[in-house]
């Protein structure tokens, strides 16, 4: 029987598919253990307990019907021919449009018209998960807040936003995939180098307003707290906000943004409430660690590097044809941009077992900030965090190794106690 790429990569993502549904049902087995961990069974009654597992329960239950209904649509997509249907079809339509008009003539515009059907069908078929997820789910065990006109409306600014950047990002990286200069990796790489800063930069001070509200902390104790803390590290804070993800969700957050010495931090109104001055400091502490050891830079300097070295064996193999007609598109047509998603198709191994080093790398840098924390004289308020946002957010207290190892890039909350147990004995 003669090779099939396009076999290949269905018979890869079947298995991936099929290796979550079993680490799914591992993590229900943990899930349904009757007694939380001795080390934190006497935070929790039996009626609190079952309502966590209840709610951990359901939601790995509908993440599990969720990935083997889209492992299925995917290879049957796939089978199908998906991606060259299309393809002609963006063509069918510039076809219709493009006369008189040259900037909706050519492999760029066809591209752009490409991605863009693309994402209406990623959209129309991920629509009903999200509704379900929000108002069934979520609201059955008392955590949505968002109400349909809200989810609509969000619906449509993510239409909109997509409208205005996918377009110009697409176009200028189908140009330069259009080059034939051996230097192509080392464009495309720069590139998108670029679109991720301008993204980090322009999401948190002009997208994420769009969808919530950003209030500036109010003058008082837990300002003045999380402001000595800031100048005891030297962290150039520029603003204090508040988030109000009340208004979408009981869940609470904390981050912080920004470049150089225009640092800003965010906090969830849901975190304030639930969780003690203290307590939030705490968590402040944490995050800064983040800050002050580098992770951030860290973390972009391995994406970058990996980025680089894909690209660089993209553009070694981009011009195989084999590849294209195992996909279904007829001999002789290879848009660069499709040659690019189907690469992406391919090493789709490769991102699997990255994605485990990232989760490994991201659970190392995790204890390091707790760590970090603790040595600011933390620990126990953080331990207090964890414990409080475990109980409102209902976590998983139980979690199957392989499980979590796979899914999770934090680590499980029992470690993590443990862990800050530690570094506070050896601050001592």
């Known amino acids: 029987m003669e090779f099939s790429w396009l076999h290949a990569v269905v018979a890869f993502n079947t298995a991936v598919c099929l290796l979550h549904f079993y680490l799914d049902k591992r993590q229900q087995r943990a899930l349904r253990r009757p007694k939380p961990h001795p080390a934190v069974a006497h935070l929790y009654s039996d009626a609190e307990y079952e309502k966590k597992r209840a709610y951990n329960l359901a939601k790995l239950q509908f993440a599990s019907v969720q990935n083997l209904w889209d492992g299925a649509l ?111 990796g080392l464009y495309l790489w720069a590139f998108l180098l670029g679109v991720q800063l301008f993204v980090v930069t322009v999401y948190p001070t002009v997208i994420a307003p769009l969808f919530n509200t950003y209030t500036p902390l109010p003058d ?10 800031a100048a005891s590290l030297a962290f150039p804070l520029k603003k204090l906000f508040v ?26 109104d849901t975190l304030i409430d639930q969780a003690s001055q203290e307590q939030v400091v705490a968590v402040l502490a944490h995050e800064l660690g983040h800050w002050k050891l ?31 007609e195992d996909f279904g598109f007829p001999p002789g047509v290879r848009p660069a941009l499709a040659g690019f998603l189907l690469f992406q198709q391919l090493i789709g191994p490769v991102d699997e077992v990255l994605g485990l080093l990232s989760n490994l790398v991201s659970r190392t840098f995790e204890f390091q900030a707790d760590a970090f924390a603790a040595s600011c004289g933390k620990a126990e ?47 001592e």
Not at 246 to 254: D, G, I, V
């Open 74 to 184: 995917t290879a049957a997509m796939l089978l199908a021919g998906f991606l060259p249907a299309t393809w002609r079809l963006a063509g069918m339509l510039l076809a219709r449009w493009g006369d008189g008009r040259p900037w909706l003539q050519g492999e760029v515009a066809q591209s752009v018209v490409w991605v863009l059907i693309q994402a209406a069908v990623s959209l129309a078929l991920s629509l009903p998960w999200s509704a379900i997820s929000t108002f069934q789910l979520e609201a059955r065990h008392g955590f949505n807040k968002t109400r349909p006109a809200t989810f609509v409306t969000d619906k449509l600014k993510g239409v909109l936003l997509g409208l205005i950047f996918l377009p110009p990002i697409i176009a200028a990286f189908t140009a330069i995939l259009q080059r034939s200069s051996p230097y192509v």
């Open 220 to 229: 008082g104790p837990l300002k003045a707290a999380i402001e000595q803390l």
């Open 243 to 268: 988030v109000d993800g009340s208004r979408r969700s009981a869940h609470s957050n904390a981050y912080m943004y920004g470049f150089g010495g225009n640092k800003r931090i965010c906090l969830y």
């Open 294 to 324: 580098s992770h951030m830079p860290k973390l972009l300097a391995a994406t970058s590097t990996v980025s680089l070295a894909q690209l660089l064996l993209f553009t070694a193999v981009r011009t195989s044809s084999g590849v294209f």
């Open 381 to 427: 308020d953080l331990k207090g965090a964890l414990l409080v946002l475990d109980k409102e957010n209902k976590g998983a207290l139980a979690s199957d190794p392989l499980y979590s190892a796979y899914h999770h890039s934090h680590p499980p909350l029992i470690e993590r106690l443990a862990a800050l147990d530690a570094a506070s004995k050896k601050a």
